[in-house]
């Protein structure tokens, strides 16, 4: 939903631009934001100082040589220009590890993700779809392993948000009809800037382009000057805002051409990035498929409320599928054409956004980066979240409340509660109908990612779908008293307004339509004594010079049993693949093997995400233990539990090595008639249980209602020595 929401701010300011793009360029934002770090811009000086020096030592050493100058002076001015090479070596390290942010090399991040990706692809944690025949860019399948992920992940979140506040759940087509995405304003501004090899015909996103050149000048380039470097810092900085004329102007500036053939460009044009299609055999109906599951909630709100018992505050979910057709998807499984989005919609009167349960997560404390952090340069700070709501930094508590089930969600799941951040939409981000938004941005070798996005929409959507179906989408107040209310009427006199704005009408019409009582009244005591007034409207980008006549505004007495209004919503929406991408990323180490001679792979997955629970084995090839492990294996699957059953002939270190790639948690080993060993992935240690009791403690240590801590403690056990696997 955010990608629209941003984008239909942009389309006021700055021409057709998609959010998507808007979106994605956090990650450099959150670099770019801040004013070049001070230690970064003295070391750019201090190098092309030194830089300076070296080649005025080098042109001295060269004279002495052209005058045959004795050798203990030339090999004197030699030893200070290797001292001088030596020390902007020095100045050059310092600058990479400063424009690297700290987070380690590029090497190392883009090594480390290799490392998890050729893990998760072996294991077919995913596979990319259609890989026999190529595949194709941003569509991936899920494999076995990545399914049950998957699973579990969606399991936890409804048991978190579905069940905990007894959520709607309503599973809505993907196939969507014109009019709907009409309404909400996708078919119109969901787009992209676009640029085209001209003599390819490749596509390329425009903004990622220019936000790809800057990156690398500032990051690879360390020759660039001071100024430079803030000129590209301010690019990234702005490159939401620019238009599609701005962002062809830079692109010509910096001589940007086709990254894969080096061609030139064409100037960018808007890409709408829904996949259309149309609805039945005769073509005539057009379609295409959703782009987000939030309409399919929107359309059903009549209906919602009414099960709801007509009582507010309600919210209804959903999770499915979402496509896009992004221009040139990367990022592997981060920026995909077709994905898993699970929304919340949470219906609230606008003039009461407090929530019963907000006392419940305001103590918590995480990284929140509000925009004034990051207009000043600073870095998110851990807060407190009541603190946040309280001085007004979060705009209310039903926002702060989803932003403290969100953290509790990510953080359960096994995501680094120190590489999630919540940062707040800077004001150009966020469309002006918009309230707050927030994004749980999770940190990973890409940089920081947005993977949920938490948006105050105020009305906007059910008042789009009231005006385009002409259904009202509607709450009320039933009064126990009827109210006499004072209440303020504004009628634009549309033949007068018409006759003066012509195209533009419609959009004054809706900008009077919509003043609050304090604008309404200014207006009114400014046209009674000048005439007129000068009025902002937004839509139109200008000020326009409303005269007296055009409009009539007035305060009427009414008795009314009830208050009629359009709910706000506030949506969590989580990109399930993104979330998951990042627990991968979050639990992925290394350790070495017993004899050291190799590097063995683990994902420590919580039990709670681990697509396998347990793994069984018997010791050694004996029938009476793979008789013991084949009953474990019926009583595990009595409880539930998902395990496998490894009865090769590989040793017990190669056994435990292959589960551990898994993020299998426990595995069982069947060494006796009576009790078995119980070992634990990360900290390979081991407890001793008898076989009637297996089942029910994996499944309490699976299912969260025991520690390993608490088996440890209650039954016999032994830890590995140097850290290593005593049966190996
Ligand atoms: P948006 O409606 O653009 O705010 O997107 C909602 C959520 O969907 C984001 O927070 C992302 O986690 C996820 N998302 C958006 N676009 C993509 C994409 N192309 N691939 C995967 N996930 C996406």
Not at 76 to 98: F, G, P, R, T, V
Not at 241 to 247: G, T
Not at 305 to 332: C, D, K, V
Not at 541 to 570: A, L, N, Y
Request: glycine share 6%.
């Amino acid at each position: 939903m955010r990608s629209l929401l941003v984008r239909l701010l942009s389309s006021t300011s700055s021409g057709p631009r998609s959010s998507i793009s808007r979106l994605s360029h956090i990650l450099s934002i959150r670099q770019v934001q801040a004013p070049m770090a001070a230690s970064e811009e003295s070391l750019r000086k201090a190098l092309a100082d030194k830089q300076a020096a070296v080649d005025s030592r080098g042109n001295a050493v060269r004279a002495l040589k052209a005058a045959k100058a004795s050798k203990p002076e030339i090999d004197a001015a030699i030893d200070a220009l290797n001292h001088l090479k030596l020390e902007k070596l020095s100045i050059e390290k310092e600058l990479q590890a400063a424009v690297s942010g700290g987070n380690g090399s590029a090497v190392t991040r883009e090594a480390f993700r290799q490392a998890v990706v050729n893990t998760l692809e072996r294991r077919l944690f995913y596979i990319p779809s259609f890989k026999i025949y190529r595949g194709v860019a941003g569509l991936y399948d899920y494999g076995p392993p990545g399914c049950a992920v998957k699973a579990n992940v969606l399991s936890f979140w409804r048991q978190h948000f579905v069940l905990e506040e007894n959520m709607l759940e309503v599973d809505c087509p993907c196939v969507t009809p014109e009019v709907v995405l009409k309404a909400s304003g996708h078919v119109d501004k969901f787009t992209d800037l676009m640029v085209k090899d001209l003599r390819t015909g490749t596509c390329y996103r425009a903004d990622h382009l220019l936000k790809d050149f800057c990156n690398e000048k500032l990051q690879k380039d360390l020759t660039i000057s001071a100024e430079k470097a803030s000129e590209f810092k301010l690019v990234l900085a702005t490159l939401d805002d620019l238009s599609a004329e701005e962002l062809g102007a830079k692109i010509k500036e910096y001589g940007i051409v086709s990254p894969d053939t080096k061609n030139p460009l064409s100037d960018p044009y808007p890409f709408n990035l829904m996949f259309q299609t149309s609805i039945g055999p005769s073509g005539t109906i057009p379609g295409f498929m959703r782009p987000e599951t939030a309409q399919g909630i929107f359309v059903n709100f009549k209906d919602l409320y009414y099960y709801n018992g007509n009582r507010l505050p309600f919210a209804a979910a959903q999770i499915g599928q979402a496509f896009r057709n992004e221009i040139s998807p990367r990022q592997g499984l981060l920026r995909v054409r077709e994905f898993t989005l699970a929304e919340i919609e949470h219906f609230v009167d606008p003039e009461d956004k407090s929530h019963p349960k907000f006392g419940e997560v305001s103590h918590l404390e995480f990284l929140m980066f509000p925009r004034e952090q990051q207009m000043s340069g600073q870095s998110a700070t851990k807060t407190c979240l009541g603190e946040a709501v309280a001085k007004g930094t979060v705009n209310n508590e039903t926002l702060g409340y989803f932003i403290g089930r969100v953290y509790l969600f990510l953080t359960r799941l096994g995501i680094d509660k120190g590489r999630l951040r919540f940062r707040q939409h800077l004001a150009n981000e966020m469309a002006h109908y918009a309230a707050d938004c927030w994004d749980a941005e999770i940190e990973c070798s890409y940089g920081w990612i947005e993977c949920v996005g938490i948006a105050d929409r105020s009305a906007y959507d059910l008042r789009a779908h009231t005006e385009k179906s002409g259904v009202a989408l509607v709450a009320a107040e039933k009064f126990a008293q009827p109210r006499e209310v004072e209440k303020l009427v504004i009628t634009p006199i549309k033949k007068e307004i018409g006759l003066a704005f012509k195209g533009s009408q419609k959009m004054v019409v809706e900008a009077l339509e919509a003043m609050t009582e304090e604008e309404a009244m200014k207006m009114k005591s400014s046209l009674e004594s000048k005439g007129e007034d000068e009025f902002l409207v937004c839509t139109l980008g200008k000020t326009v010079t409303i005269k007296d006549g055009m409009v009539k505004i007035s305060k009427e007495k009414k008795k009314e049993h009830q208050r009629v209004f359009t709910p706000s919503v506030i949506e969590p929406s989580f990109g399930i693949g993104r979330i998951i991408y990042c627990l991968y990323e979050h639990s992925f180490y290394k350790r070495p093997s017993k004899d050291g001679d190799e590097q063995l792979n683990v994902f420590s997955f919580p039990p709670l995400v681990a697509p396998i629970k347990c793994t069984v084995f018997p010791l050694i090839q004996k029938p009476e233990y793979e008789a013991v492990a084949q009953h474990i294996s019926k009583l595990l699957t009595a409880a539930g539990v998902s395990h496998i059953i490894d009865m090769s002939g590989n040793t017990i270190g190669k056994r435990y090595a292959r589960t551990d790639e898994l993020g299998v948690p426990f595995a069982i080993t069947a060494d006796s008639q009576t009790d078995v060993t119980i070992r634990e992935r990360d900290s390979k240690d081991q407890v001793r249980i008898t076989i009637s009791e297996v089942a029910s403690i994996v499944k309490d240590l699976t299912e969260g209602q025991k520690t390993w801590a608490d088996i440890w403690s209650a039954y016999p056990h032994h830890t590995s020595t140097n850290g290593e696997d005593n049966e190996e």
